[in-house]
């Protein structure tokens, strides 16, 4: 269907009308003494935003002195329904004149993206230091329109929490895309770089009004044609590409394969140390920032999950990081060097191994050897973006080190777009967690900001889930994710709730019904699936290799390093310092001995940290086997709610959006159904614990 394909960029007609013909009064015009191309659509996008809300979009003025004159604008002719009256501003403080005189002085904190809005004497002013700056406040304003805030009053300053907010596409070049649910690549099509200027220039709008500043458009595993990126063969069409995201202040990266050198380049080896291979990613960097100025960098998984890499040569992360850092510095680039590497080649038969310590145990030794331009790209949780880990240890234990954290839009174990997980509430748990870097007050969010340890660079990753489905992410609702994500990485103490109703409002309208409805839902969600797919912090119960659907024992006996270790008595891993793997030890000051602890682990993440007997009571009361019971019980129940709570949205939402999401819902409540029985089933047949309030378990 259609609907979907805007997004939260709707501009629903505003639906209180006598309000809207009023606000619309204060929007006659538009103006900017800016006349480059992110100015331009930043108007273009408050044009065509208040149109659309309220049915009469502000006239163009060719400059800011004329909107203003004493007759009202003279370059154009006068709109007949509202005459010069107040209107809108919008540029930079340099080329505005207007601008200055409205803000004085108190402009300087605002950095370079942030901005700040004022309604004064029936102006209102965008301003901002770059063109980029005014596009995050117009796509602001649009925001607070749709989402009705007072804008009699406006006086905002905003500036964005972290430096980088990036998002990696996993697309290739065939067209297919790594974990994605919504269809092919926008990207890539049979073998070639092939896009929809239009299409892009949207998802390039959708994620610059959210303040996403940075993408990486292929996947970590980058394959044999991925590789030539770099080259001349390839850099025209990606420069196009770059040409699209740079209007909405968004530059791009591409992920390299380490080894280039010699299945691209021809070299005999890709040893990081070797003058060729230096002088190699030298010159590809030199041509691609002859074809892409302002290239963001290179996004590298090297070593990890069969990727080659420095360890081929008996080089460590920080020469190869360096090595390509060195080719970007001087075209100001940067390397983002992902830390998900482990052993994926384990025998399950070997109990000392423990996947969840292996980033840390790799990274920790390297803090301060990593050059200015590097920086470490941190999975939220030390296994793979399962329901429920505890946040990786790495996150604030270097201090010298600049991190971002990596966060999965896609849903790759979290129902795949077929089932509703709003993740955003488990993002705000990572990014609230104390690591307790310097004692108390250093969350995760002040680590990655930078401001934890005096770093200049850090900020947030994620994988997104967009593909070329009409709706961008299948399920429509799964695009709060991506919004979602977007705003967090501008401010994380947004909270989930918040960014929910902003979403709901802008994407469904300003019915208060939906909005609520839509809302309510999206807060259940994460907790719905939590209940029936993944017990108190296990993990992996899944089927091998896509991921979808109930597997227990899907990778028990398996290389991966995954494991739930249950028997007849108990179920969980030990990973105490006193008698498991010890990767409780790699906490920093009281968390370690948080979870320690048997009686002080929280029990979300009770069967993370140990393995315990199924008759131990949990601080809820309930004993670990009546709590798996229960909450899958629970948890289907729940599921199907999910399916009649949409339903009672009929005729509220958009045809197309409500359709495709019903079928999705309830797909969700049959499957939701088989994850209880296959998983109490399981449980029971372990532990021949029965359930204490005699349901159905097989
Ligand atoms: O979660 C795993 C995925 C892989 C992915 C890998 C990674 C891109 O199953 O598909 O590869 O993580 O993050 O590199």
């Given at each position: 269907g259609q609907a979907g394909y805007r997004a939260w960029l709707a501009y629903h007609p505003r639906m209180d009308s006598a309000a809207s013909k009023e606000e619309s009064l204060r929007y006659a015009w538009i103006a900017s003494d800016d006349r480059d191309d992110t100015v331009r659509a930043a108007i273009t996008e408050i044009v065509e935003g208040i149109g659309t809300m309220y049915g009469a979009a502000p006239r163009i003025s060719a400059t800011a002195t004329d909107a203003a004159g004493e007759n009202g604008p003279r370059d154009s002719e006068p709109n007949a329904a509202y005459g010069a009256g107040p209107g809108i501003l919008v540029g930079t403080f340099a080329a505005n004149e207007r601008l200055r005189d409205i803000f004085g002085v108190e402009v300087a904190e605002l950095g370079r993206e942030g901005f700040a809005i004022r309604a004064k004497d029936g102006v209102t002013a965008i301003g901002a230091h770059t063109p980029v700056g005014a596009l995050y406040?117009?796509?602001?304003?649009?925001?607070?329109?749709?989402?009705?805030?007072?804008?009699?009053?406006?006086?905002?300053?905003?500036?964005?929490?972290?430096?980088?907010?990036?998002?990696?596409?996993?697309?290739?070049?065939?067209?297919?895309?790594?974990?994605?649910?919504?269809?092919?690549?926008?990207?890539?099509?049979?073998?070639?770089?092939?896009?929809?200027?239009?299409?892009?220039?949207?998802?390039?709008?959708?994620?610059?009004?959210?303040g996403i500043n940075a993408i990486a458009i292929n996947n970590v595993n980058a394959h044999r044609l991925e590789s030539r990126f770099v080259t001349g063969d390839y850099l025209p069409r990606i420069a196009e590409l770059a040409a699209i995201f740079r209007v909405y202040g968004i530059r791009l990266l591409l992920s390299i394969n380490f080894a280039a050198p010699i299945e691209v380049g021809g070299l005999p080896t890709a040893d990081p140390l070797d003058a060729d291979v230096k002088r190699w990613w030298?010159?590809?960097?030199?041509?691609?920032?002859?074809?892409?100025?302002?290239?963001?960098?290179?996004?590298?998984?090297?070593?990890?999950?069969?990727?080659?890499?420095?360890?081929?040569?008996?080089?460590?992360?920080?020469?190869?990081?360096?090595?390509?850092?060195?080719?970007?510095?001087?075209?100001?680039?940067?390397?983002?060097?992902?830390?998900?590497?482990?052993?994926?080649?384990?025998?399950?038969?070997?109990?000392?191994?423990?996947?969840a310590r292996a980033a840390y145990d790799h990274f920790l030794p390297l803090d301060g050897a990593f050059r200015d331009n590097v920086v470490l790209q941190i999975k939220n949780g030390p296994m793979d973006f399962q329901v429920r880990e505890p946040v990786s240890p790495l996150l604030g234990a270097m201090e010298r080190t600049n991190q971002v954290v990596e966060f999965q839009i896609t849903q790759e174990y979290t129902g795949q777009q077929r089932h509703l997980c709003y993740l955003v509430p488990q993002w705000k748990t990572v990014l609230d967690f104390e690591t307790r870097a310097l004692g108390e007050a250093s969350p995760v969010k002040r680590v990655v900001d930078g401001s934890v340890h005096g770093r200049a660079l850090g900020g947030f990753a994620a994988v997104s889930n967009i593909g070329a489905d009409t709706n961008w992410t299948g399920h429509p609702l799964a695009q709060s994710n991506l919004y979602g994500y977007g705003r967090l990485a501008?401010?994380?103490?947004?909270?989930?709730?918040?960014?929910?109703?902003?979403?709901?409002?802008?994407?469904?309208?300003?019915?208060?019904?939906?909005?609520?409805?839509?809302?309510?839902?999206?807060?259940?969600?994460?907790?719905?699936?939590?209940?029936?797919?993944?017990?108190?912090?296990?993990?992996?119960?899944?089927?091998?290799?896509?991921?979808?659907?109930?597997?227990?024992?899907?990778?028990?006996?398996?290389?991966?390093?995954?494991?739930?270790?249950?028997?007849?008595?108990?179920?969980?891993?030990?990973?105490?310092?006193?008698?498991?793997?010890?990767?409780?030890?790699?906490?920093?000051?009281?968390?370690?001995?948080?979870?320690?602890?048997?009686?002080?682990?929280?029990?979300?993440?009770?069967?993370?940290?140990?393995?315990?007997?199924?008759?131990?009571?949990?601080?809820?009361?309930?004993?670990?086997?009546?709590?798996i019971y229960d909450t899958h019980f629970d948890g289907a129940l729940r599921a199907a709610g999910l399916a009649e709570r949409w339903a009672s949205l009929e005729g509220l939402v958009p045809a197309d959006d409500?359709?495709?999401?019903?079928?999705?819902?309830?797909?969700?409540?049959?499957?939701?159904?088989?994850?209880?029985?296959?998983?109490?089933?399981y449980f029971y047949r372990k532990s021949g614990v029965p359930d204490e309030r005699g349901r159905t378990i097989y």
């Open positions: 406040g117009a796509f602001h304003l649009l925001r607070l329109l749709a989402t009705g805030i007072d804008e009699s009053e406006l006086e905002i300053v905003e500036r964005p929490a972290n430096k980088l907010r990036m998002i990696n596409q996993w697309d290739n070049i065939d067209g297919s895309i790594e974990r994605g649910y919504a269809g092919s690549s926008i990207f890539y099509k049979d073998d070639e770089i092939d896009f929809d200027p239009a299409r892009i220039r949207d998802y390039a709008r959708l994620l610059a009004s959210t030298r010159e590809r960097a030199a041509d691609i920032y002859a074809a892409i100025p302002d290239f963001g960098g290179f996004l590298v998984k090297a070593d990890s999950e069969n990727r080659p890499g420095p360890f081929t040569y008996g080089r460590g992360h920080a020469e190869g990081a360096n090595m390509l850092a060195e080719a970007l510095e001087a075209h100001g680039g940067l390397v983002v060097w992902r830390c998900f590497v482990y052993n994926c080649k384990q025998d399950w038969r070997d109990r000392k191994t423990d996947r501008w401010n994380p103490e947004l909270s989930a709730e918040a960014i929910a109703e902003e979403w709901a409002l802008q994407t469904f309208g300003s019915n208060r019904q939906v909005a609520d409805a839509v809302v309510d839902m999206l807060m259940d969600s994460l907790d719905i699936y939590e209940s029936y797919t993944a017990p108190l912090g296990v993990g992996w119960m899944v089927n091998p290799n896509h991921h979808y659907g109930p597997n227990v024992d899907g990778y028990e006996y398996d290389k991966w390093g995954t494991y739930h270790f249950a028997d007849r008595d108990g179920v969980g891993v030990d990973r105490t310092v006193l008698s498991g793997t010890g990767y409780a030890g790699q906490y920093m000051g009281a968390n370690a001995g948080t979870y320690e602890s048997f009686a002080e682990c929280p029990d979300e993440l009770l069967l993370f940290f140990h393995h315990v007997p199924y008759g131990h009571r949990l601080k809820s009361g309930l004993t670990v086997i009546q709590h409500y359709d495709e999401a019903l079928a999705r819902f309830r797909e969700q409540a049959e499957h939701a159904k088989e994850w209880r029985d296959r998983i109490n089933t």
